[in-house]
Structures are given as structure tokens and as C-alpha cells.
């Protein structure tokens, strides 16, 4: 038997994407595809999986009152976050390190909208206690066998709580401005991305 790729992701367009433009670039591997931890269990019956190939953020189950932050809010939001202006306006007269401060001055730009998506993304119920879940049951069930994050949304803050919870590596989804564009990108990182998980499954 192949080795066993075990893809667990609580997305349909997800599991597409893996099931037809990353399995047909690697052959010598087999997949197995999963919405939870529970539905892989049955369908490895009593195989293990060479690597865990895990999506990190899904919808969590206990919030119950989801909803889509209206759009007036996030322009309330936004209308206090940095500018451009804000960024270049007096560098010229900071004394010391000007380039520190430029990139700092731009990253409060970044980090206004990365926790603005944080809270529109709890708002809505998707968070990482899906993949984290996951990963913990994997570690119980299968020690040993290592386990790697897919994803396509995780921030900072994500990958920090992927290595506490013992990560064995973090990959990147391509995206695309479109669906199709998405399978290309995935298509033409796939054998890139093969390439990293047979690696770790080796060491």
C-alpha cells in the first residue's frame, strides 16, 4: 500500500482542489479525504497515515449567533485605521533609525486589518479550534505520525498557537482572484508542496 496522505478540511472547493490538482501529481502516495477527525478514523480503518495534512480554520460549533459584521461597522472601523499620509507625514524629520520607523509606521497599517479580520472571522464563527482540534486528536490517536497545516487564512497569531500545539510544519494555500485561478496556482505548487511533505515524512 501507498503511503497514506490523511487531508482533513471542513471545506467541499478544498477538498477539490487537493482531490484533482494535488493526488493526480503524486501517484506514489495515496489520499484519504476527510470533513473530521471522526470520518478519517473510519475511513483509515486500520491504517495509519504516513502525515496528517490538516486545514486550521473552520467553523466552530459553539458560537451560535454567527453573523456578517454589517458593512457600516467595518467603515466605522476603518475610517480610524493609519493612512499612507500617516505613515510618510514627518519621516523626514525622525531623528535615529528613519527606516525602522517607516516599516513600523506601515505595519500599524497591517495590523489595524489583520484584527479586523480576526473579528469579522469570530463574528462568523471560523476560527482555529477547528484545526487545533483536530491536531490534538490526531497526536492521541496516532503518535508519531507527523501532522502539517494547510491553510489559507492563518495569520500571525495562528502560527504561533500551531507550533505551541506541536505543528510539524505550516504550508500556505495558493489563492487565485478566481476559482480557476486558484486551481492553477494549486496545480503548479503541488509538486513544491509534495516535495516538503515527503521530506518531513522521511525526517
Known amino acids: ?9 471542513d471545506s467541499k472547493f478544498e477538498h477539490e482542489l487537493v482531490r484533482s490538482e494535488i493526488a493526480p501529481c503524486a501517484p506514489r502516495f495515496q489520499f484519504v479525504q476527510a470533513y473530521t477527525f471522526d470520518e478519517a478514523r473510519s475511513l483509515l480503518q486500520n491504517a495509519a497515515p504516513a502525515l496528517f495534512l490538516l486545514d486550521l480554520w473552520g467553523q466552530d460549533d459553539t458560537v451560535t449567533n454567527s453573523q456578517i459584521t454589517p458593512m457600516e461597522d467595518v467603515l466605522e472601523k476603518i475610517a480610524d485605521f493609519p493612512t499612507p499620509a500617516d505613515v510618510y507625514a514627518g519621516l523626514n524629520d525622525v531623528k535615529g ?3 525602522n520607523e517607516y516599516l513600523k509606521r506601515f505595519f500599524a497599517i497591517v495590523d489595524s486589518w489583520r484584527t479586523l479580520f480576526e473579528s469579522v472571522c469570530h463574528k462568523v464563527g471560523q476560527n482555529r479550534k477547528y484545526g487545533l482540534s483536530n491536531l490534538q486528536q490526531a497526536r492521541k490517536v496516532y503518535p ?11 495569520l500571525i497569531n495562528d502560527a504561533v498557537a500551531m507550533f505551541k500545539a506541536g505543528a510539524d510544519g505550516l504550508f500556505i494555500k495558493p489563492s487565485g482572484k478566481t476559482d480557476d485561478e486558484t486551481h492553477r496556482l494549486t496545480r503548479e505548487n503541488a509538486p513544491f508542496l509534495l516535495k516538503d511533505l515527503e521530506r518531513i515524512m522521511v525526517s
Open 1 to 9: 500500500m501507498n503511503p497514506i496522505i490523511c487531508f482533513i478540511d
Open 97 to 99: 533609525d528613519v527606516n
Open 144 to 154: 508519531g505520525v507527523p501532522a502539517v497545516f494547510y491553510t489559507r487564512k492563518s
